[in-house]
Structure formats: structure tokens, C-alpha cells
């Protein structure tokens, strides 16, 4: 397989360009060098591509004439330069199209309906869910507001829909064989992936994607986008780890010489290295010794970014998240997984004044199956009401459930503040859980901890760090930690190591390219900022709130109290069981006092801080 990669696309704008594969294949790549949406899988802010694939008109291996067949069209946020794009490449005046449509969301279908408007004989191709959400979506729009006339123009017809129950293969021209395989999940419960035989080129959709905006066909090695793609899992694929290691463990009986993801580059070299660190990245969740039940619907993908948000706050601290869609769940399923849950998270979108009927049904099992002394959260979004949320919430409490945290009620989709703020709700949320479960075992060990009673550990304890907050500032998001854990790495540039628990909340703002100020206290003064950061705030809160600050000269926050400030920007993550390490460049800093000295933290055990 031979790809050109053509110039870099204008920085200001989305753009679409045309990547060759083979004789009667090519890639349309969508760019967008700007973050699309405000939801946890853009927070890198690195850009993101849509990857759309065409298969030429033509004589299919048996004869009969097979017409252009697209893979996976974007969303409507590209159908702007991407139509135009589709129509240069198709033969002037075609009006038959097949559409592979991978996966089913309101931004997928409004797309669909353009094309449904110019190629009058248009077939779209799909699972059986996502027939049914095509179905469900197709002739819906957003709420307009109580009052406001809809003047909008009428929807176009639903077109034919070609269901895929099971694995099935279509003849395409020159040569080309298409797989069509259905790959449900409970976020893409419609989820369809596409094989072409003979380039061994697997069009994954979701699955092993990366939002990085790139021209470059493939990368160039396997690390170019390691940090991309595990922060895609964390945010969408480690709450159904178990689906997803099925889909994976079916992939790999595939001849697979490239994987083309729906966003970010193709995967060439190193393409089954992806497939095991998918494997590895959810064995962690799948051997949790704790897991909480995430039961949502969403109806325009609003509700499921709050889910995103929450589950990936929860998943930070090691406990499992099993994610459910209930209008595809079986209900055996739902059952078991109820039964088997830490705690239960629900969530519905409003829909004319009222939850979605699966999710009605959801709760009625709830209340029939559910442990009183297990913790429950409720969310939701709503356009103009919010009547599903107060549903949840008060049947919920009238069954004598216990809330963990006040239900969740967000206007269409969470903008960037609150998506923070959900992820320390979730992850302030499997705290408790873990404490619970911690005095449970003191109990039952009759108070003794094994692993501080550990010689080794206790020789760990004996390291000796000096003590440090670490501020970071990005737009309007900022975060601090209490940190012990930091030693010189480099001379040669000055750098640093940090380890930082995965569970922090300043974790997701110390990303390759994020800077952030060490402040080094002083012997003597440093119980006031240990007191300030080391509390517990709430999610969302603000760190400096009533604080005298200075800055660095990327205007990082600064302590004026401390001994001495580096501003330092990372270059490196690395994961090291609960915690990443970080490797930052020093690339300023400071003394506020010459004469000081540096506090250090001593500890009795390695066991904690």
C-alpha cells in the first residue's frame, strides 16, 4: 500500500484532502486543526481528522456493475468542505451511492440527510441497531424553544437501508472485496467495521482512533501517537473494556496488514502492538476488585458526554467501570449487571418532558434488584426541562437509595469547565467507594496492614522527597497538587521527573506540551501551602481561590512563599502502575529566597505519602 502525503492543510480552517490507497480506493481525510467539541476525547486539543474511505464504481470479480461505495462519512461539523470533496471524486452526474455507516449519532445522521438530498439513489448500510437508530433519528431535530414557530425545511425520506445482521461480504470493483463486520458496544451500539481482503486494510471506525490533525497517511512509528491513543481509550473505551476486548479478540483472526481508524492516522508497522495495548489497557479494569454500573440512554450524544466525563473520573482510581446502554441492553444483562454493581450511576436525556422508556424500564429494575446499601449518582441533559433527572432522583430516594453525589442537570452538552468538574464528580465518587472497601478489610485483618508492616516497604518509606506544589494554568482551567515525588532527571536541557497519581484531578492537565510551575517550599513555611492543597475541594472548585499569586512567563501560578519556581513543560508520560510519570523540561525559574533551605518530607512507609 502506497500513500503520497500532500501539503499540510491551512491551520485556520477545516479542509479535506485525498489520500490514494490502491487502484480504485482513496481516503477522504477531513482536518481540523481546531479541538471540535468540548467533550473529554478533544481535551488534548491537538486537532482531530475524520477518515472516510471511497471505493470506485465499477465491474465488481462476478460481472455485475457495483457502485461507489463510501466508508464511514464524518459528522455534520464536516459537511462543508467534505460534500464538495465527495462529489469531485465521484463521475459527474451520479445520484447511486452505497454508505457504510459505522456508527449512528444526530451529527453522523444530519450528515446522512445531505447525501440523502444529492444522491437521490443512496443506500445506506448498517447493523441492525444502528437500523433502528437510524429509524429512531432520522426525522428528529432539536427542541425549539416553547413559543418559536418551525420554519425549517422538511427532512428528506429515510433511504433504503441494506441491515447487517452477521458477517457479510460485498464484491466492490477492481478487485476489491468489502467485510463487513458488526461490532456492537454499548457507546456505539450500531458500530459496523469494514475489511477490504486484498490491502488487508481494516477501516476500525472508533476503534484504535486518535484526535491528532495529521495529513501524513500513516505514523511514523509506533510511539508518534501512543499518548493520543491511550487518552482515546481512558475517555471512551475503558468503560466497556469487556465489549471491547470481544470486538479486539475477533479482529485478530483478520489477515490485518493496516488499521485505518476513524480519526488519526493509519496504523502500518506496528498495528498489532495497538490490539495488545488494547488488551493490556483493560485488563486493569476487567481484574478490578470494584466496579460501578453506568446505565444511560442519549439521545443526541449529550448525555453520553456526561457519562464519558464521569467514568473516566471513576476510572482513574482503579475502579471498574460497566457501561450500559439500555435501549440495547438485554434485559438478563442488565440484571447481572446490576446485581454484580459497586454502586449504580444512571443518566437520560428529556424527551418531551419525559425519560426515554428504556430508561424507565432500567429503573424499575433498579429498585426491584438493587443493593439499598450501595451507593447511586443520577445525570442527565435536557434542552428546555429536565423532568427525566427529578424522575431518577426521586424514585430512587423514595426506594431508600443513598446518593453519592447531588444529581447532575446540564443544559445540552457539558462545556470544558464542567466536564472537568464531572470527572472529579466521578472520581470524588470512587474514592468513597475505595475507603468503604478499605475499612472493610482493616476489619476483617484486625486493624494490621500487611504491606506497612512490609520490610521492603518500610525501607521504600526511607527515600526522601523534597516538598513542592505544582500549579498549572491552561485557558481556563487550573489545578495544584502537593507533590514529594520529584527528582532531577537531566542536566542537559535542566529537567525533572514528577510522579503523579492517576487519580489527581491536575493529572489531565499535564498532557506533552502542557506547562505547568514547580514551587519548592521552605524549610520552616511550609504549613500554610500544605494546608491550602492538600484539602479537600470540591469538584470544580477553584485551588487559588483567595490566594496572592505571582507568575511565571507563561503565566503559570506561583506561590511568592515558596523557596524557589521552575516553569516546566512536559515532554514525556510514562505509565508506572497508580501513577504517571512525568518528565518535564525546565525552561525557567527562580529563587523568591537565597537563603532558605528546602523542606523535605519524611515517611515511615513507602506504603502512602
Known amino acids: 500500500m502506497t500513500v503520497t502525503s500532500p501539503p499540510t492543510a491551512p491551520a485556520s480552517q477545516r479542509d479535506v484532502i485525498t489520500l490514494p490507497i490502491s487502484p480504485g480506493l482513496v481516503c477522504l481525510r477531513g482536518l481540523s486543526p481546531q479541538r471540535l467539541r468540548f467533550e473529554l476525547e478533544y481535551a488534548l486539543e491537538r486537532g482531530s481528522t475524520a477518515n472516510s474511505f471511497l471505493f470506485e464504481a ?24 467534505f460534500l464538495p470533496a465527495l462529489a469531485a471524486a465521484l463521475p459527474h452526474g451520479c445520484d447511486e451511492l452505497l454508505v457504510v455507516v459505522g456508527h449512528v449519532n444526530p451529527n453522523r445522521v444530519a450528515l446522512l440527510r445531505s447525501l440523502a438530498e444529492i444522491y437521490p439513489m443512496i443506500t445506506l448500510i448498517c447493523s441492525n441497531p444502528g437500523a433502528k437508530l437510524l429509524q429512531e433519528l432520522w426525522m428528529q431535530r432539536k427542541p425549539l424553544p416553547p413559543g418559536e414557530p418551525d420554519n425549517r425545511p422538511p427532512l428528506p425520506s429515510l433511504p433504503e437501508l441494506m441491515v447487517i445482521r452477521q458477517e457479510q461480504s460485498l464484491s466492490l470493483s477492481h478487485g476489491h472485496t468489502l467485510e463487513l463486520l458488526p461490532a456492537p458496544t454499548p457507546r456505539w451500539p450500531g458500530g459496523l467495521l469494514a475489511f477490504e481482503d486484498s490491502e488487508g486494510l481494516l477501516m476500525s471506525d472508533k476503534l484504535f482512533s486518535a484526535h491528532v490533525c495529521t495529513p501524513d497517511w500513516a505514523e511514523s512509528n509506533r510511539t508518534a501517537t501512543e499518548e493520543e491513543r491511550r487518552h482515546f481509550y481512558d475517555s471512551l473505551m475503558a468503560p466497556m473494556a469487556s465489549q471491547v476486548d470481544a470486538v479486539v479478540g475477533r479482529l485478530e483472526e483478520l489477515d490485518i496488514r493496516t488499521i485505518a481508524p476513524g480519526h488519526g492516522p493509519a496504523i502500518e508497522a506496528s498495528w498489532r502492538s495497538l490490539l495488545n495495548d488494547y488488551r493490556r489497557w483493560g485488563e486493569s479494569h ?83 434488584e438493587g443493593d439499598r446499601s450501595k451507593p447511586v449518582g443520577v445525570f442527565g441533559s435536557f434542552g428546555w426541562s429536565g423532568e427525566a433527572v427529578d424522575l431518577l432522583e426521586n424514585k430512587l430516594r423514595d426506594g431508600g437509595f443513598s446518593f453519592g453525589f447531588d444529581p447532575i442537570r446540564i443544559k445540552f452538552s457539558p462545556d470544558r469547565t464542567k466536564v472537568k468538574e464531572l470527572e472529579e464528580t466521578g472520581t470524588r465518587f470512587a474514592r468513597q467507594l475505595l475507603r468503604t472497601e478499605q475499612r472493610a478489610q482493616r476489619r476483617s485483618a484486625g486493624g494490621m496492614s500487611e504491606s506497612r508492616s512490609d520490610p521492603a516497604v518500610l525501607a521504600l518509606g526511607r527515600v526522601v522527597g523534597s516538598l513542592c506544589v505544582l500549579t498549572t494554568r491552561k485557558a481556563e482551567l487550573s489545578g495544584a497538587m502537593v507533590a514529594s515525588w520529584v527528582s532531577q532527571a537531566s542536566f542537559s536541557p535542566p529537567g525533572l521527573t514528577i510522579a503523579v497519581a492517576k487519580d489527581r484531578a491536575v493529572e489531565a492537565l499535564l498532557h506533552k506540551g502542557d506547562r505547568f510551575a514547580l514551587n519548592v517550599l521552605a524549610e520552616g513555611r511550609e504549613t500554610a501551602p500544605m494546608k491550602q492543597f492538600l484539602q479537600p475541594f470540591e469538584p470544580g472548585a477553584d485551588r487559588f481561590e483567595g490566594l496572592a499569586l505571582e507568575t511565571s512567563p507563561s503565566e503559570q501560578p506561583l506561590l511568592p512563599e515558596a523557596l524557589a519556581w521552575m516553569e516546566c513543560e512536559v515532554k514525556q508520560r510514562m505509565e508506572c502502575g497508580d501513577h504517571w510519570l512525568i518528565y518535564a523540561e525546565v525552561l525557567h525559574g527562580g529563587l523568591f529566597d537565597t537563603e532558605g533551605s528546602t523542606a523535605v518530607h519524611q515517611r515511615r512507609s513507602g506504603a502512602n505519602y
Open 286 to 368: 476487567q481484574n478490578a476488585t470494584l466496579n460501578v454500573a453506568l446505565l444511560f440512554a442519549s439521545a443526541y450524544g449529550n448525555t453520553a458526554a456526561i457519562a464519558d466525563a464521569l467514568a473516566r473520573g471513576v476510572s482513574r482510581t482503579g475502579v471498574a467501570v460497566c457501561s450500559l446502554n439500555c435501549e440495547f441492553t438485554p434485559s438478563d444483562e442488565l440484571l447481572k449487571t446490576i446485581r454484580a454493581s459497586d454502586a449504580i450511576l444512571m443518566g437520560s436525556p428529556t424527551l418531551g418532558g419525559h425519560a426515554p422508556t428504556p430508561i424507565v424500564s432500567a429503573l424499575g429494575t433498579v429498585l426491584a
Open 58 to 81: 465499477g465491474l465488481a470479480v462476478d460481472g455485475l456493475p457495483s457502485p461507489a461505495l463510501l466508508v464511514h462519512p464524518p459528522g455534520a461539523a464536516y459537511a462543508e468542505v
